[in-house]
């Protein structure tokens, strides 16, 4: 068994978003509402997708350009992730009940009720 450093860290890196991917589907499957499904979606599964890009960048490296079209793909989930999980939020508020003792603070409800001004009046839960 003679392996490199470079196939090393590709065995570390698929392992580690492999892991981080079956997290998030557990997570997804486990989980009790649509809020916290959204939360490990967005969390767990980008960094399982990042493992794996990267571990695809470093083993084709020799290859002309590889490592950086991964790295650019890795930039872009970082860019459109959260754009997602926020836009799944928001449907999952206007389509679903979403339970009131879950959220702490309901900014969607004031901007629902105010639509010309966002309203500043954040409040902490009462001790």
Do not use: W
């Not at 939360?39 to 997708?49: C, D, E, S, V, Y």
């Not at 959260?82 to 409800?109: F, N």
Request: proline share 3%; glycine share 8%.
């Amino acid at each position: 068994m003679n392996q490199t450093v470079r196939e090393i860290l590709v065995l570390v890196l698929a392992s580690g978003g492999v892991f981080f991917m079956i997290v998030s589907a557990i997570g997804i499957f486990r989980l009790p509402d649509v809020l916290t499904r959204m939360h490990a979606f967005g969390k767990a599964a980008t960094l399982g997708i990042i493992g794996v890009l990267l571990s695809v960048g470093v083993y084709f490296s020799e290859e002309h350009g590889i490592f950086f079209r991964m790295i650019f793909l890795v930039l872009l989930f970082f860019i459109t992730s959260p754009i997602a999980a926020t836009a799944m939020g928001r449907a999952a508020y206007r389509k679903s009940r979403i339970e009131e003792l879950a959220l702490v603070h309901d900014e969607m409800a004031e901007l629902q009720e105010s639509p010309g001004r966002i309203q500043s009046t954040a409040k902490g839960p009462t001790l």
